[in-house]
């Protein structure tokens, strides 16, 4: 039966809509004005010192992104969601494991975005039902400043490192939000308990912080792994080590994480095939084997080139000479990005005399200057 709006107040209807999150998997609520706040002058230094890479949405959309009246007139209240995705044992560890693969603990289960977009939708189709309200819904799909609106709906601070952080979840919340056009009572802004801590900052392997709240994204192994469409600079390829989508350890070093507990049964507990995969066996994948791997999630998205380029980095970070045979099968393939990562790898695990023999085997027929500048260099 619909609820007439008129018959609650609205601090009515926003209890309504928190129970009702909680019912649905939300772990964190709260409320933010549909107004700009301080972030687009964040934003906009952030673009002009060119800290965003080739991600060019962000400067395209940057108004939009930059005030949510500009995305949506009619809306005058966001209500920001956060599920919680805590990992069971510390990323890092993995790290130590040079012939497997370190993937990002967001991408190790099922694609977040769908996962919330249909908890999301349930939602805001309640909300809209039952108070007679408008809603739009986003999961990381719109020009929308996810972390700033979070932190002034109360959900935590943007760390030092720049990401979200929660006093009960730490580092690992999955962001949602819902534009609504009911006037619902806004959150305080979360206080910022940093502190002097900034072990974000001094743990970052490539030092994406040019200063604290401040982040290169040029130079962030997340960015470089999933964003970046090019090759990768050879001054972060070592860097990198076998991370090869994404980077928890700004994330994981957080001391605010040990309030945070991990639940395996949550929706997005990760695939054992995705928890420290074998270099080898990724390397061999193709086209068709990458989509089929790694179906239903985020890392889908970046394509079997990308992903084969950064697996490449890994294995020429591995210093285990047994892996260049993984690299040597990928010196003709199709794509100048996994050609190049393989030139790079076998350089850096192969004896000069046989690393020099493929050189003159392939560096004649090579038609990419980038991929010939690699045999050169190395």
Same mark, same amino acid.
């Given at each position: ?18 129970v ?9 609520f ?13 934003l ?13 949405w962000l400067e395209?959309?940057r ?7 500009k995305?949506?007139?009619?809306a005058?209240?966001?209500?920001m969601l =956060? ?6 044992a ?18 190790? =289960?099922?694609?977040?975005h ?7 939708k ?8 039952q #108070?007679?309200a ?10 929308v ?6 932190a002034?709906?109360?959900?935590g601070?943007?760390?030092k490192?720049?990401?979200l952080?929660s ?10 939000e819902i ?14 308990h +940093? =502190?002097s ?5 001094d743990? +970052? ?5 040019p200063?604290?709240y ?21 001054? #972060? ?9 994404? +980077? ?7 001391p605010?994480n040990? #309030?945070?507990?991990a ?12 928890h ?12 068709? *084997?990458?989509? *089929? ?33 993984a690299?040597?099968?990928h010196?003709d393939? =199709?794509?100048p ?8 790898a076998?350089s850096?695990?192969?004896p000069?005399?046989d #690393?020099?023999a ?6 004649s027929?090579?038609?990419?200057a980038?991929?010939?500048?690699e045999?050169?260099?190395?």
């Amino acid at each position: 039966m619909r609820t007439s709006i008129s018959d609650l107040t609205n601090s009515d209807i926003r209890e309504r809509i928190k129970v009702r999150a909680r019912e649905l998997g939300f772990a964190a609520f709260g409320v933010a004005r549909s107004e700009a706040g301080p972030e687009r002058a964040a934003l906009g230094e952030f673009l002009a010192r060119g800290y965003h890479g080739d991600m060019a949405w962000l400067e395209t959309k940057r108004e939009r992104r930059g005030d949510p009246k500009k995305l949506w007139p009619e809306a005058r209240s966001i209500v920001m969601l =956060g599920a919680e995705y805590t990992p069971e044992a510390p990323p890092r560890k993995m790290l130590s494991q040079s012939t497997l693969g370190t993937i990002s603990v967001y991408a190790q =289960g099922r694609d977040y975005h769908n996962v919330l977009k249909k908890s999301l939708k349930q939602l805001a189709g309640e909300i809209a039902i039952q #108070f007679g309200a408008e809603v739009k819904v986003f999961v990381d799909t719109a020009p929308v400043m996810e972390k700033p609106l979070a932190a002034r709906a109360g959900l935590g601070w943007q760390g030092k490192h720049s990401n979200l952080v929660s006093r009960k979840y730490g580092s690992w919340l999955f962001l949602a939000e819902i534009f609504t056009t009911i006037d619902l009572p806004p959150d305080a802004a979360a206080e910022d308990h +940093c =502190g002097s801590c900034q072990a974000c900052l001094d743990i +970052c392997p490539t030092r994406a912080f040019p200063a604290p709240y401040r982040l290169d994204a040029r130079r962030c192994i997340s960015y470089l792994t999933i964003e970046h469409k090019g090759h990768i600079a050879r001054e #972060f390829r070592a860097a990198m080590g076998n991370r090869i989508h994404g +980077c928890d350890d700004c994330l994981a070093v957080c001391p605010w994480n040990k #309030f945070a507990q991990a639940d395996a049964d949550h929706a997005f507990a990760p695939r054992a095939e995705l928890h420290g995969p074998a270099l080898a066996e990724l390397a061999a994948l193709d086209d068709a *084997a990458f989509q *089929a791997r790694f179906a239903g999630t985020a890392i889908k998205r970046t394509g079997r080139d990308r992903f084969l380029r950064n697996v490449l980095i890994a294995i020429g970070n591995s210093a285990e000479a047994d892996l260049a045979v993984a690299a040597e099968q990928h010196l003709d393939d =199709g794509s100048p990005l996994v050609r190049a990562m393989a030139v790079w790898a076998l350089s850096r695990l192969l004896p000069t005399t046989d #690393f020099e023999a493929l050189r003159a085997r392939h560096l004649s027929g090579e038609d990419d200057a980038t991929v010939s500048a690699e045999w050169k260099v190395t």
